[in-house]
């Protein structure tokens, strides 16, 4: 098996905490969380949502707790939950002890918007405590204290620390330390700031999240440039990719960006050309059918599909199986060579083929093994 390229720079060692049954910080592998868009409240619509996400690879979710109501359905949830289940909590402190007794994994708060936060750590603390509930402290460029506004005049990267350090230290304060932070913010640039502040201020492990990053296209592209600068610093040890879309979507994007940092088992991958003047077959096409009829392989596999004779006989030869195509037919390789030539309009279904067959010859247990070609 080919070597796996190293991470661009190793992880910062941060703290440990347990969410459920998942870790975060450390030495754990870093985790992919998204937030239901369901009503809480309908806890049936909630957890079929929950499962949606666990199977496309999420590993916690968040759930929305505006009303008293949404915290009464936090206990099915919790418990039914196939993941850990993070109550995210705003305006109302009793919400969150009505979270910690609901047998929630973690607390999001949010110290900007809930009612003299600070005079209720202690309570908070012990209650988390006492309960094996890990906390969030979640601050966002939305919803600043006023006396930092006032003291910055806008939600700067240091406004953002400010608070985070100052909530971290009351709850260390009062001996609790089962807690990660975020630091929002909806510009990539300040955001990358903060969390390069925020890392040097302490060991907290910590949650990156562009928020409100926008529809898909551009919310990808702001995530993935924030978490690539930061990750590829060491900094960071669970994500969420904020998107205007479905939630399904937002944890593809940020398995997407670990995969690409070799930060997760690369799984599917394919190599396929930009197009140009000198393709002589429809490169969009071949590669989006592609894609498509091997979206269900789990195993590690790169599928090159190349379309013209200058670069494609070299990456098809590189990849596990690729096509070099041209003149109305295509060169199958199969592990760098050459197994046989189709034509164009039997690509595809070769290549799908031909993948299958790979996979099912992997031996037992290569399913989430990180395979990687340089």
Known sequence: MPEVPAVITPRKLTRKVKVGTQFVGGDAPITVQSMTTTPTTDINATLQQIAELTAAGCDIVRVAVPSRDDAEALPIIAKKSQIPVIADIHFQPNYVFAAIDAGCAAVRVNPGNIRKFDDQVGAIAKAASDAGVALRIGVNAGSLEPSLLQKYGKPTAEALVESAVWEASLFEEHGF??????????????????????????????????????????????????????????????????????????????????????????????????????????????????????????????????????????????????????????????????????????????????????????????????????
């Open 177 to 374: 330390h089962e807690f990660g932070i975020s630091v929002k913010h909806n510009d990539p640039v300040v955001m990358v700031k903060a969390y390069r502040m925020l890392s040097e201020r302490g060991d907290w492990p910590l949650h990156l999240g562009v928020t409100e990053a926008g529809p898909a296209f551009q919310g990808t592209i702001k995530s993935a440039v924030a978490f690539g600068s930061l990750l590829g610093d060491g900094i960071g040890d669970t994500i969420r990719v904020s998107l205007s879309a479905p939630p399904v979507e937002e944890v593809k994007v940020g398995l997407a960006i670990l995969q690409s940092l070799n930060l997760r088992e690369r799984r599917l991958e394919i190599v396929s050309c930009p197009s140009c003047g000198r393709a002589q077959v429809d490169v969009y096409t071949l590669a989006d059918s592609v894609q498509e009829g091997l979206k269900h392989l789990t195993v590690p596999i790169r599928v090159a599909v190349m379309g013209c004779i200058v670069n494609g006989p070299g990456e098809a030869r590189e990849a596990d199986l690729g096509v070099a195509s041209g003149n109305g037919k295509g060169q199958i390789f199969v592990k760098g060579e050459v197994i046989k030539t189709v034509p164009e309009d039997q690509i595809v279904e070769t290549l799908i083929f031909e993948a299958e067959r790979i996979a099912a010859e992997m031996p037992p247990g290569v399913e989430g093994t990180p395979q990687v070609l340089a």
